[in-house]
């Protein structure tokens, strides 16, 4: 089992162009020039921005935090300036649903790809409330609702059809949500503390949950850890990586991926 920490959206990394060759001269005190060049960057191509796979901020995705691919291949991305849907190559935009404000938009957006149907939660950060949807591969709604409080992070089981949900930290509770995909009305509790934060989540299998928390009040002081949830038990049955700071540990992770 491998499960991989960090933002989904390796590629904007390549936005970044890479150093080339800089070259200065330099008179010296005999009037001859001395010429000082900097060695040629081996990842300078790699980094150039027509060797992206998507660049994302043209195309209206802007500031991004999750990515789904799609039983067709196909990448769906959300953002704070919205829901797209890019073809396997990355060069082709196939459906959009822009946010006209992308600043009111919360962090954390989420889409999620299950038995042929796009998951996708995004937040208004003035109103405080969670906009879910659900999509088929057309970008056609077939479900819509609106859930108090922000959501942090979203997962779900692709034999049971339960979607997890946690959101951003509001009061004196943080609470696992799950729903059925089904009928996604009814979110009960799988799990609530008031000792620390429910963060980013992840599915390890159909019963497992694993979690990233954050004791309250949360700041840079926070202690961190991962627990592992069992969902049927509704109980953390393992908790390690409890600082983040040391080799292999982690530290405010913001997504979880099996």
């Not at 001269?25 to 081996?42: A, C, D, F, P, V």
């Not at 799990?191 to 990233?212: K, P, R, V």
Request: some cysteine.
């Amino acid at each position: 089992m491998v499960v991989w920490f960090g933002v989904e959206l390796e590629w904007l990394l390549d936005s970044f162009a890479g150093i080339g060759v800089a070259t200065s001269s330099i008179e010296s005190g005999q009037g001859q020039r001395q010429k000082m060049t900097e060695n040629l960057s081996n990842t300078s191509n790699h980094q150039r921005l027509d060797e992206m796979f998507i660049h994302l901020t043209p195309k209206g995705a802007t500031v991004p935090y999750s990515l789904c691919m799609d039983s067709e291949r196909n990448v769906w991305v959300a953002s704070k300036g919205g829901l797209f849907k890019f073809d396997s190559t990355g060069k082709n935009l196939l459906f959009e649903r822009r946010n006209p404000f992308p600043k009111k938009i919360s962090p954390y957006c989420q889409v999620l790809y299950c038995d042929g149907k796009i998951l996708y939660a995004y937040a208004e950060e003035q109103s405080a409330s969670t906009e879910f949807r659900i999509l088929d591969l057309s970008g056609e709604m077939l479900h819509e609702q609106f859930i108090d409080g922000k959501v942090f992070s979203m997962a779900v089981s692709s034999e049971t059809g339960d979607i997890f949900m946690t959101k951003q930290l509001q009061g004196e509770d943080s609470i696992v949500y799950k729903a059925s995909m089904d009928c996604p009305l009814g979110w009960e509790d799988v799990l609530s503390e008031d000792e620390y934060a429910f963060q980013a989540i992840c599915l390890l299998d159909s019963n497992t949950l694993m979690a990233a928390t954050c004791s309250i009040p949360i700041n840079m002081y926070s202690k961190q850890a991962l627990r592992i949830i069992d969902v049927e038990k509704q109980k953390v049955v393992k908790t390690f990586s409890k600082k983040g700071k040391g080799d292999g540990e982690i530290f405010f992770p913001r997504a979880i991926q099996r």
